[in-house]
């Protein structure tokens, strides 16, 4: 029995902080897991970006309750959900997911929580657990479920690389020459063409 795991932003949704970005101006917080690596690298400097500009958790959800899936997004999640299970694990944060979530149908969600001061600052982040992508699908491979996994960036390697079968959506340049084996979609009707044959296997 297949199950399909998949990243949220990139593959579904726009970046949230490239549009947080884009909608403050502020061109440091552009950066994502597609260019650092390093999540808790990224998400430190993150944190101290917003205190410099005393920009609080209020201003980032204002942001995310405007923003809409990627064209073609939700019309290719509904097909896949009615054929197999869909997780969709993401390094996001359960305090920015909501109207995202909606407005993808309420896709079941693997994410991460936020620290946040009486004052509405966001003060830190808690993981789930390290490298929580790849353990869930260790997890659900233990469950004898075989595992189809896609994703975009630095963060989504383990999980694809531990699968069963694994695929980049749409992956910037960087990661596409970095991990040249890997197979990459460009599109939804990409990912339709590579993921039906995996699942008939």
Same mark, same amino acid.
Request: glycine share 4%; aromatic share 8%; net charge negative.
């Given at each position: ?44 400097? !993150?944190? /101290? $970006?917003?205190?410099?500009?005393? *920009?609080?958790?209020?201003? @980032?959800?204002?942001?995310? =309750? ?67 992508? !790849?353990? /869930? $699908?260790?997890?659900?491979?233990? *469950?004898?479920?075989?595992? @189809?996994?896609?994703?975009? =960036? ?48």
């Amino acid at each position: 029995m297949y199950i399909v795991c998949s990243d949220l932003e990139g593959v579904f949704v726009p970046e949230i902080w490239i549009s947080v970005a884009q909608k403050t101006g502020i061109e440091a917080l552009k950066l994502t897991t597609r260019d650092e690596p390093d999540y808790d690298v990224l998400m430190r400097r !993150r944190i /101290a $970006i917003l205190k410099e500009n005393n *920009l609080k958790l209020a201003d @980032i959800t204002r942001v995310i =309750s405007n923003m809409n899936p990627l064209e073609g997004a939700l019309e290719f999640l509904d097909w896949l959900r009615s054929i197999v299970q869909v997780i969709v694990l993401s390094d996001t944060f359960v305090e920015f997911a909501g109207p995202l979530m909606q407005k993808l149908n309420w896709p079941t969600l693997f994410c991460n929580s936020l620290e946040v001061n009486s004052d509405g600052a966001i003060s830190g982040y808690v993981l789930r657990q390290p490298d929580g992508k !790849r353990k /869930a $699908i260790d997890a659900l491979k233990s *469950l004898s479920y075989k595992v @189809i996994a896609m994703g975009d =960036s630095y963060n989504d390697i383990t999980m694809i690389q531990t699968a069963d079968r694994g695929i980049l959506f749409r992956p910037p340049k960087n990661v596409r020459t970095e991990y040249p084996n890997l197979p990459v979609a460009e599109g939804y009707e990409d990912l339709k063409k590579l993921m039906q044959p995996m699942m008939e296997k």
